[in-house]
C-alpha cells in the first residue's frame, strides 16, 4: 500500500475520531433541523406537485408541474407582481440601511458624543420591539384623513393641499413598507457598525492627522476600507432580510390594494391559509428557496470570497 494511500486513510480516521468527540455537543442541533427544516422542506416540494387537501384521510392527487403552470398562468399575475416588489425592496431598502446604519455609527462614536451606550439602547429598542406594535404605530402616523400624523404634519408645514390615503395607492402604500422596515431594522446595523469603529485602531487617524487628511479623508480612506469585512456580513444579512417581506406587508396593508403590495412570502401566506391553494403556495415556496439560494450563493462567491484585507 503507497504511501499516499496510508495518508489518506490516516486523515479520513482522524476526521472522523473528531467529528464523532463533536457529535453529542451537536446532535441535538442535528436533529432541530433535519425535523424542523429538512423535512418541512422535502414536503413543501412533495406539495407543490400535488392537488393537496388539508382534511384529514382526503386524497392528495398527484398533479405534476401544473401548480407551476397555475402560479404563471395567473391572469392577475400575482405572483410575477410579488416577484417585482420583492426584487424593488432590496432594490430600495438595502442601500438606504447601510447608509443609514453607518452614518448612525460614525456619529455616535464621535468623541463630541456622549453616553454611547444610550444611543445604542435607543437605535437597537426597535429591533426587540413586538412587529404588531411597531405596525399600530405606523398605521397611527399614516392614518387617512387629517387626523394622521403625517398628513398633519404635511398639511400644517404646507407640503400638502390635501391628506393623502396612504394605504389606498401603490406608490404611497410601498412607502409606508420601505419606512416601516427601515425603521424596525437600521438599529442592527448601527449596533453592528459601532462594535466595529471601536475596533479601528487609533493611530491609523493618528497617522492620518499626521499627513493632513480632512474628515471626509479619513472617513474615506480609513474607516470604509476598515470596516469592509463588517460591510460585507451586514450587506449579504441585509439583502436576506429584505427577500424576507412579511409582517412588513401582512401588518400594513395586507397585500392591498388589490393585491398590489404583495411580496412572495405574503402571496404565499395568502394563498396558502386564505384561499387554501396550498399546491400553488408550495410551488411558490420551491421557487423562492431556488430565488434566496442563488442569490445567496452569489454573494458569497462574488462577494464572500474577497480578499478583505
Request: glycine fraction near 10%; aromatic fraction near 10%.
Given at each position: 500500500m503507497s504511501q499516499a494511500t496510508l495518508s489518506r486513510k490516516s486523515r479520513f480516521r482522524t476526521g472522523l475520531a473528531q467529528w464523532l468527540n463533536a457529535l453529542p455537543f451537536i446532535a441535538v442541533g442535528i436533529v432541530g433541523v433535519l425535523v424542523f427544516v429538512v423535512y418541512p422542506m422535502i414536503?413543501?416540494?412533495?406539495?407543490?406537485?400535488?392537488e393537496f387537501n388539508i382534511l384529514p384521510?382526503?386524497?392528495?392527487?398527484w398533479v405534476g408541474w401544473d401548480n407551476y403552470r397555475a402560479?404563471?398562468?395567473?391572469?392577475?399575475?400575482?405572483?410575477?407582481?410579488?416577484l417585482k416588489n420583492t426584487f424593488l425592496n432590496v432594490a430600495v431598502t438595502v442601500p438606504i440601511n447601510w447608509f443609514l446604519a453607518v452614518f448612525f455609527a460614525v456619529v455616535i462614536n464621535t468623541r463630541f458624543v456622549k453616553m454611547k451606550v444610550a444611543f445604542r439602547t435607543l437605535y437597537y429598542l426597535p429591533i426587540v420591539t413586538s412587529w404588531i406594535v411597531v405596525a399600530l404605530l405606523f398605521k397611527y402616523l399614516f392614518a387617512d384623513g387629517s387626523g394622521g400624523f403625517v398628513n398633519y404634519v404635511l398639511l400644517h408645514i404646507g407640503i400638502l393641499s390635501e391628506p393623502i390615503a396612504w394605504k389606498s395607492h401603490y406608490w404611497s402604500a410601498m412607502i409606508m413598507i420601505w419606512l416601516f422596515h427601515i425603521w424596525k431594522t437600521v438599529g442592527w446595523g448601527v449596533v453592528i457598525y459601532l462594535a466595529a469603529l471601536?475596533?479601528?485602531?487609533?493611530?491609523?487617524y493618528e497617522a492620518a492627522d499626521m499627513d493632513g487628511a480632512s474628515a471626509?479623508?479619513?472617513?474615506?480612506?480609513?474607516?470604509?476600507?476598515?470596516?469592509?469585512?463588517?460591510?460585507?456580513?451586514?450587506?449579504?444579512?441585509?439583502?436576506?432580510?429584505?427577500f424576507g417581506f412579511f409582517p412588513q406587508v401582512y401588518f400594513i396593508t395586507a397585500g392591498g390594494p388589490m393585491n398590489q403590495t404583495q411580496v412572495i412570502p405574503s402571496l404565499i401566506y395568502m394563498e396558502a391559509?386564505?384561499?387554501?391553494?396550498?399546491?400553488?403556495?408550495?410551488?411558490?415556496?420551491?421557487?423562492?428557496?431556488l430565488l434566496v439560494f442563488a442569490v445567496t450563493y452569489y454573494q458569497m462567491t462574488k462577494i464572500g470570497k474577497q480578499r478583505l484585507f
Open positions: 414536503q413543501n416540494v412533495k406539495v407543490s406537485f400535488q384521510g382526503q386524497d392528495s392527487p402560479v404563471f398562468d395567473d391572469p392577475n399575475r400575482k405572483f410575477m407582481i410579488a471601536q475596533g479601528i485602531p487609533r493611530d491609523l471626509t479623508g479619513k472617513f474615506l480612506c480609513v474607516t470604509l476600507p476598515m470596516l469592509r469585512p463588517i460591510t460585507v456580513f451586514v450587506l449579504i444579512n441585509l439583502v436576506n432580510g429584505a391559509f386564505k384561499h387554501f391553494h396550498f399546491g400553488e403556495a408550495a410551488a411558490m415556496g420551491v421557487m423562492m428557496g
